[in-house]
């Protein structure tokens, strides 16, 4: 059992400060209050130098804190209080070495203790309101300070903005010096979002988003099943690597005059699409949103979804990457939004489609940002291992770690709901294979799949193709039945996938906002284009009887123009 004490970190600023939130504090505030925190929680363990004492911690901690307003930002609303000064506590674990002898030279025994540790306070809720977003805890051996446990929520720091507070926290600990913290701080940035450039550009994205959510898929994968939520979001990871991939990898971007991201981007949507039967392939790419140079160190999150739409109504591998380009640099340019407005964006047309948008493809390109461990170079053409499971709530995602000549290094999530472990090493694996077999010559679409090896979902009786979306006809009549409340009802379709509702009694807005209510999760189903409401008879009479209301039951939706 280990023991834990308390200890203080100290910092001063400037005196508290008060002003309106960022956009990217108050897309992430929505996300922490409401994501698994697994998900929403950074967590980093750092091994401590030789000599480290505890009063080394807390002054580090304490100048790390000093230096960011963000690591000392509370969030009440749509307003932020940024602490002048105060005290952040660390917890301190001492556990006793588990052989015998000093044990100082085997942190196997303590590096379990910080996953336990990391882990309780990585999967408990930050407090946005009233605790500081950041939580440390230093692990001890025989008192003496080994390892040092960080967990950031991301109202406070993205991916890139975590890797600069880790720089700068290996040089204090160390007694290094700094450069001067980056000079916007949030409550600066807030003030510069509000200027009128800033909401121009916010209105185009807006406008971007709306565009492309009108027209594309509400999934790439259509699950024919009612899915339970599932809270944590835990998925099984699939890392594959490979040497050969690189060295192509470049060479295709030579020829496509597409970035290595902006291939492996379109390998992934080309992959999905195909395997999926998708006409439209719609990704979620994570955007840094640090070009400004006076923003590349900024601690804070900058980071937002950059929405990417590619048809695939083309003939090669290397037309589908310049679509992929044209799509990620649209998207990219339009990555800075209100996420209050842009989630009303995605409700309105998810209302007027009768659909509910998934975001369930996600790429992240962390080539740039990933610390490579030193790791012999892979064995095989082609390496894949499976990973600790974590937290992504996303059917499927890839996170490309390396990008370079002499590697290829990425990590899959992968909800098992829709692919196996089998057929998720197929589809990580055949990603790779047609970069390498692309490398070299020009790749036809209809043979993507079998150089990937990757097999086609088959849509059988019971589907249909309707607004852009795979709709399985038994998830509709579920879905329908649920909304009525049991009574009498029919569902048709005709050729165009059109879905009219017939129900005994009600409204068209009351059952088509009941069908709404119950879209989250299925994948597969659609609430119908039109409601015939018929009036109440015997059996099955009602069908026949007078009609005393028809519409498409969207009356309710607040619809007008756009800044």
């Given at each position: 059992m280990d023991t834990v004490i308390t200890i203080a970190a100290e910092y001063t600023g400037e005196p508290t400060r008060y002003g309106p939130v960022t956009m990217g504090q108050a897309n992430m505030a929505r996300c922490v209050l409401r994501d698994p925190p697994l998900h929403m929680n950074f967590r980093v363990v750092k091994r401590l130098p030789a000599g480290t004492t505890l009063d080394t911690v807390t002054a580090s901690v304490g100048r790390l804190l000093s230096r960011h307003e963000g690591l000392r930002a509370t969030i009440h609303s749509d307003t932020q209080c940024v602490s002048g000064s105060g005290a952040l506590p660390i917890e301190v674990h001492d556990a006793e070495p588990g052989g015998g002898g000093s044990g100082l030279g085997d942190l196997t025994d303590l590096a379990g203790l910080a996953e336990e540790v990391g882990l309780r306070m990585q999967g408990t809720r930050f407090d946005v309101e009233a605790e500081l977003p950041i939580r440390v805890a230093v692990i001890t051996e025989r008192n003496v300070p080994r390892l040092a446990v960080f967990v950031l929520p991301h109202t406070s720091v993205d991916a890139i903005g975590l890797a600069t507070v880790m720089r700068e926290w290996e040089r204090l600990i160390r007694g290094g010096t700094v450069l001067s913290p980056c000079p916007t701080q949030p409550l600066e940035l807030a003030e510069a979002e509000g200027g009128p450039l800033s909401q121009r550009r916010t209105a185009a994205a807006l406008r971007h988003w709306e565009t492309q959510l009108r027209r594309v898929p509400q999934s790439m994968f259509a699950i024919d099943i009612d899915e339970v939520p599932d809270a944590d979001a835990i998925r099984p990871r699939l890392r594959v690597r490979s040497a050969v991939a690189g060295e192509a990898l470049g060479a295709?971007?030579?020829?496509?005059?597409?970035?290595?991201?902006?291939?492996?981007?379109?390998?992934?949507?080309?992959?999905?699409?195909?395997?999926?039967?998708?006409?439209?392939?719609?990704?979620?790419?994570?955007?840094?949103?640090?070009?400004?140079?006076?923003?590349?160190?900024?601690?804070?999150?900058?980071?937002?979804?950059?929405?990417?739409?590619?048809?695939?109504?083309?003939?090669?591998?290397?037309?589908?990457?310049?679509?992929?380009?044209?799509?990620?640099?649209?998207?990219?340019?339009?990555?800075?939004?209100?996420?209050?407005?842009?989630?009303?964006?995605?409700?309105?047309?998810?209302?007027?489609?009768?659909?509910?948008?998934?975001?369930?493809?996600?790429?992240?390109?962390?080539?740039?940002?990933?610390?490579?461990?030193?790791?012999?170079?892979?064995?095989?053409?082609?390496?894949?291992?499976?990973?600790?499971?974590?937290?992504?709530?996303?059917?499927?995602?890839?996170?490309?770690?390396?990008?370079?000549?002499?590697?290829?290094?990425?990590?899959?999530?992968?909800?098992?709901?829709?692919?196996?472990?089998?057929?998720?090493?197929?589809?990580?694996?055949?990603?790779?294979?047609?970069?390498?077999?692309?490398?070299?010559r020009t790749v036809h679409l209809p043979d993507v799949l079998a150089i990937s090896g990757v097999v086609p979902v088959e849509y059988g009786p019971g589907w249909i193709h309707s607004d852009s979306c795979w709709v399985n006809l038994d998830a509709v009549e579920r879905l329908v039945g649920e909304a009525v409340g049991g009574r009498p009802h029919r569902v048709i379709h005709d050729a165009n996938g059109r879905l009219t509702c017939h129900v005994s009694s009600g409204t068209p807005e009351e059952i088509h906002a009941a069908c709404l209510a119950l879209l989250q999760g299925r994948t597969s189903a659609m609430a119908p284009h039109h409601y015939v409401i018929h009036a109440p008879g015997p059996g099955d009479t009602w069908l026949r009887g007078p009609v005393i209301a028809e519409g498409d039951g969207r009356d309710f939706i607040l619809r007008g123009p756009r800044a």
């Open positions: 295709i971007a030579s020829r496509t005059g597409a970035s290595r991201s902006a291939v492996v981007l379109a390998a992934l949507g080309v992959l999905i699409g195909l395997r999926n039967a998708q006409r439209t392939c719609v990704i979620a790419s994570l955007a840094s949103n640090r070009v400004r140079p006076e923003l590349r160190d900024y601690v804070g999150p900058l980071a937002q979804d950059a929405l990417m739409a590619a048809d695939l109504d083309v003939s090669t591998f290397d037309e589908a990457i310049r679509r992929f380009r044209t799509a990620s640099l649209t998207g990219y340019q339009h990555s800075r939004f209100d996420s209050t407005a842009l989630w009303e964006v995605i409700e309105t047309v998810n209302a007027e489609r009768g659909v509910n948008f998934a975001r369930d493809c996600v790429f992240n390109d962390m080539s740039g940002v990933t610390v490579s461990a030193h790791e012999p170079a892979p064995s095989a053409e082609i390496e894949c291992d499976w990973l600790p499971a974590a937290s992504l709530p996303a059917h499927l995602a890839l996170w490309a770690n390396r990008l370079e000549d002499d590697e290829v290094d990425l990590t899959f999530w992968i909800d098992p709901r829709v692919m196996t472990r089998a057929e998720a090493e197929v589809f990580g694996t055949g990603l790779v294979k047609l970069l390498i077999r692309a490398g070299d």
